[in-house]
């Protein structure tokens, strides 16, 4: 059992960085985001420079394993659907459905002329890094970079 002074002390906001912009990246940060959302956090996601990938019509649809993986497309799609894993569009709009915070990077969007429109969800806020670091220095956060 844990002590009132613990229970204050929990840590009740997930703030994630999304930067790289393939399938293998996409899945981890999109499974903790759902998850800490089902557990009741506050969760924000920031999607910046290959992050900005999966929000970006015309390039979520066509993202990647990264060369690390080991995998193609086909073979990871293979695991997935295997797996019966959800697919990233699909984990993305989850996230959205369950209330996770999805953020779009201004700074990115302006170097790579992405406009709000250009998002695959229209309801993503675009924010930029003074935004991320005020989220990234509350108390109560955990702030992951994936």
Do not use: R
């Not at 990938?53 to 394993?65: D, N, S, W, Y």
């Amino acid at each position: 059992m844990q002590s009132s002074e613990q229970q204050t002390q929990m840590k009740n906001k997930l703030v994630l960085v999304v930067s790289k912009g393939t399938t293998d990246a996409a899945y981890p940060a999109l499974i903790l985001a759902t998850t800490a959302a089902a557990q009741g956090m506050e969760v924000y996601m920031y999607f910046t420079f290959g992050g900005m990938k999966l929000l970006t019509k015309g390039q979520a649809e066509t993202i990647q394993p990264s060369k690390d993986l080991g995998l193609t497309a086909e073979q990871l799609q293979g695991l997935i659907s295997k797996g019966g894993m959800p697919t990233v569009q699909q984990m993305l709009q989850m996230a959205a459905d369950s209330g996770v915070h999805i953020n779009a990077c201004s700074p990115t969007m302006k170097l790579f002329g992405t406009t709000k429109e250009n998002l695959v969800l229209p309801n993503s806020d675009v924010v930029g890094a003074a935004t991320f670091l005020q989220w990234a220095s509350d108390p109560s956060a955990i702030t992951l970079f994936i």
